[in-house]
Structure formats: C-alpha cells, structure tokens
C-alpha cells in the first residue's frame, strides 16, 4: 500500500470517528431516558435506536456510503445497546475469555492462548459505562464505597470488575464467556479433555449417586466440567444448585437455582453459600450442586452428604487431589466449630468418594489428569487411589501439544458394590491397565 492510500485511509478513519462521535451524542441528546426505558423489550429498544440512527446520519451533510453508514450504526449500537468495542469478542465464539487491563489495552483468549486485540475504548469514561451497564442488570453496583464486583451476563457468562483505588491503572474488567449451547460429555471427550471410558464411568457414578469433588486450578474448567457431570442426574430428580454468581446451566426439568446474594449499601442483607445450603436442606433436594466451596459453608455440605443427600457434587480450588482434602479441611474450620483435625477428616472421608482434578497444560488445552477415589482413612490420614491419571510420559509433539491422554492405572474402586446395589452397572474392561508412554 503507498503512502498516499494509506493517508487517504487514515483520513477516512479520522472523519468516520468524528462522524460517530457527533451523531452518538445527538441520538442520546433526543432519545434521552427513553434508552433506559424498562418497559422496551429488547428487540423494541434496538430498533428505536437503529432508526433514530439512520435519521441522523441522513442528516448528515458531508456524503458517507452505504458501507461507512452501516459501520457507523453498528459502533454506535454496540456501544448505547451493547458493550462497546467488546461486542465483537463478545459475539465471536471462539473467544473464551475476554481481559480489559485498561481503557486502551484488551487481550483475548482464543483456544487457552492470549492474545492482544489493538481495540480499544475511546476513554476511561466509556468502560466505567460499560461495567456499569453490566453490573446493573444483575443488581449489583461498583463505586468507591464497593471497588470490586462479580456479576454475570444474561448468556451466564462471568463477569469481574476492580476500579481504583483498588485497580492502579484505571478499571479493569474480565469476562469469562460460556458457550452459547452448553457442552455435553461428548464434547470433551473430542476436545481430549477427557476419554470415553472415563465418560461412562463418571456417568454410572452421577447415576449411583457418588458423592463427587471436581478440583483444580483457576481456568481449568471445573464449571463446564459441573454442567457436564449435571447432565447425567436423571430426569425425575429434584436438583437444587447453589451459586455466587449464577451460571449452571441445567437441563433438567425439575431444577432451583439459587444465588448468595452480597451487603447492600449499609452492608446488610447478605446472603452467604453457607445460609443458601442450609436453606435448600428443607427444601427437599435429591440432589445439591454447590458451585464451588470456598468457606464455612463447606461444613454443612459434608453433612449434608452424610446425611442422606447423596449424589452432591462441587468444585473446589486446588493445586492436586491431596490438596483438595487439605483445603477442605482448612475451610471447614473456618465454620468455627470446635472439630478436631481427625473428626474433620473422617467427615470429608465419609462424604466425598470422587475427586475429578483437572488441569490447564502448557498447550492451552484442558484436561482431567487424575480421577481419584477416597478411599477411606488410615489412622489419622485420608487414603486415596488413582483409577485414572493423564499420561505425560507420551510427551509432546512438534506442535507443543500433549500426546498424552487419560489412562487407567488398573485400580478398581470399592465403592463399585455400592453402585451395584443401585443397579447401576459399570463394565469391569474400563480399568484394565493400559501401558504407559504410548498413546
């Protein structure tokens, strides 16, 4: 491209911004409150705008083209209907995760890689607009009083925004973006994150109503991986879910969803995990599916698992199998009950008899490494067993990629007579030993 195209291209960018930035502040100026208007559907609202739109631009004296008219209604929508310049990443279904480090500076996710975007807000104000905007929905607020917030999107996706003082270099927003058609066991076994054996042993055990953990790290996928164990609860069951921020997105047709709810603005009306797990024991649940432990409210869960609502299942966060159940024991302490080390153990040995550790690799992919099985207690220690492990041994490609995959280690789990008892039958040719280093 020569110099004088890309002049010429520059000076078409430069006039197009002056052009939105002139009729964006007209139409607000005439529609006014009418953009806020909560009896407007939608679809009744955008096209008030797009109209409104095409009016102003009509108006317009210096000539644009179709295609200059039609760019212009699209920024200005996305930015008074939507998210601004977040509207492309947020349509396109590649991208997994959205990361705003400032007005100017915005990064993606494309297949577990990060990539920056170059787009950016016009200014600082927009994206206090834009997280705002989200927050609002969702009734939630971000000020100086409350500097941070999670909220969701309407599509479930999730939503975290830090502001100063807090955030030192203006606000800071991430958004963790859901599938739009939630995925289902077959797609991670295409994906590698798990195999097909591994399937149908995790779904004879959601049918047997084994008591489950997924654990892992942040970003590893623990909360696709809850949708999907979810999907094997039968039909004719009751399924209360318990979330701080809403985003199973359950199938069944007999599920309530609950959402801890945080203080207003005198710092009242709180509503914790640990007062919505209590709650939903009286609300006559078959099943409990608490969207993550991470404080005294895990108490109450192990004894809801001990106590006949079998089949719970909840993430925790954690760097191995191990680790789940030391954390788990760190946070059932924090329900300030005068428990010894070993009853607290022997409680979370009872309860838990599956523990799903998923990682993030080094080649953007997600995978389960370990499926674990508590196995009871030694002494003072919680016994577990590998039933399948991820295998690295295999190594990796020219591509960086893993060629490893989930093997069984040849390890049968004791509470398989359980299941049995259940009617539920699992095919003993699922844990034969495979060899390793060889996919």
Same mark, same amino acid.
Request: charged content about 30%; aromatic content about 6%; hydrophobic content about 40%.
């Given at each position: 491209?020569?110099?004088? *195209? ?9 006039? &197009? ?5 002139? +009729?964006?502040?007209?139409?607000? =100026? /005439? $529609? ?29 004296? @210096? ?6 008219k039609l760019l212009i209604v699209r920024q200005i929508g996305d930015s008074v209907l939507g998210l601004g310049p977040l509207e492309p990443f947020i349509r396109d279904p590649e991208v997994t995760e959205i990361m705003v480090n400032n007005w100017d500076t915005i990064y993606v996710e494309r297949q577990g890689k990060l990539y920056w975007t170059g787009t950016k807000f016009h200014d600082e104000q927009q994206l ?10 969702? %009734? ?26 807090? !955030? ?18 077959? *797609? ?7 195999? /097909? ?6 779904? !004879? ?10 654990? %892992? ?10 949708? +999907? ?7 004719? =069951? ?9 985003? $199973? ?9 609950? =959402? ?6 005198? @710092? ?7 007062? $919505?797990?209590?709650?939903?024991? #009286?609300? #006559?649940?078959?099943?409990? +599916? ?35 159940? /030391? #954390? ?7 329900? %300030? ?6 009853? &607290? ?6 309860? &838990? ?33 590998? &039933? ?10 020219? =591509? @960086? ?6 093997? /069984?280690? %040849? $390890? ?13 039958? +699992? ?13």
């Amino acid at each position: 491209m020569s110099l004088a *195209d890309r002049l010429a291209k520059a000076q078409q960018r430069d006039r &197009i911004a002056e052009v939105r930035a002139r +009729v964006q502040e007209r139409l607000v =100026e /005439s $529609l006014g409150p009418r953009l806020y208007d909560a009896s407007l559907s939608d679809n009744e609202l955008e096209g008030l705008v797009h109209q409104r739109l095409r009016e102003l631009l009509d108006e317009e004296e @210096g000539p644009l083209s179709a295609q200059e008219k039609l760019l212009i209604v699209r920024q200005i929508g996305d930015s008074v209907l939507g998210l601004g310049p977040l509207e492309p990443f947020i349509r396109d279904p590649e991208v997994t995760e959205i990361m705003v480090n400032n007005w100017d500076t915005i990064y993606v996710e494309r297949q577990g890689k990060l990539y920056w975007t170059g787009t950016k807000f016009h200014d600082e104000q927009q994206l206090r607009r834009t997280i705002d905007k989200i927050v609002g929905k969702v %009734g939630r607020r971000v000020d100086e009083a409350s500097p941070y917030v999670d909220a969701r999107l309407p599509d479930g996706s999730r939503v975290n925004a830090i502001i100063p003082p807090l !955030a030192i270099d203006g606000p800071c927003l991430t958004i963790r973006k859901f599938a739009a058609d939630p995925y289902q066991a077959d *797609d991670l076994v295409e994906f590698g994150t798990m195999s /097909s054996a591994v399937s149908k042993f995790l779904e !004879a055990c959601v049918r047997g109503r084994i008591n489950i953990l997924v654990a %892992g790290g942040t970003g590893a996928g623990k909360t696709t991986t809850l949708n +999907v164990l979810s999907s094997f609860i039968p039909d004719d =069951e009751r399924i209360i879910t318990i979330e701080d921020a809403a985003e $199973l997105r359950l199938q069944q047709p007999h599920v309530v969803r609950l =959402e801890a709810r945080p203080p207003n603005i005198e @710092g009242k009306g709180q509503v914790t995990i640990r007062d $919505l797990v209590r709650n939903a024991l #009286r609300m #006559r649940p078959d099943r409990i +599916v608490v969207g993550e432990v991470r404080g005294a409210e895990a108490l109450d869960m192990l004894q809801a698992m001990n106590t006949g609502h079998d089949g719970s299942i909840s993430t925790i966060h954690c760097n191995s199998p191990r680790d789940a159940l /030391s #954390r788990l024991e760190t946070i059932t302490m924090m329900a %300030g009950m005068e428990l010894s080390n070993k009853a &607290i153990r022997e409680q979370i040995a009872s309860a &838990i008899q599956l523990i799903v550790y998923q990682q993030r690799l080094k080649d953007g992919t997600r995978r389960f490494t370990h499926v674990t099985e508590v196995a009871g207690m030694e002494g003072d220690v919680i016994t577990l067993q590998d &039933i399948f492990l991820f295998d690295f041994a295999a190594g990796i490609d020219e =591509e @960086g990629r893993f060629r490893g995959r989930l093997k /069984s280690t %040849g $390890l049968r789990p004791k509470f398989l007579d359980k299941l049995q008892e259940r009617g539920v039958y +699992v095919d003993p040719d699922i844990f034969a030993l495979e060899p390793k280093g060889r996919p």
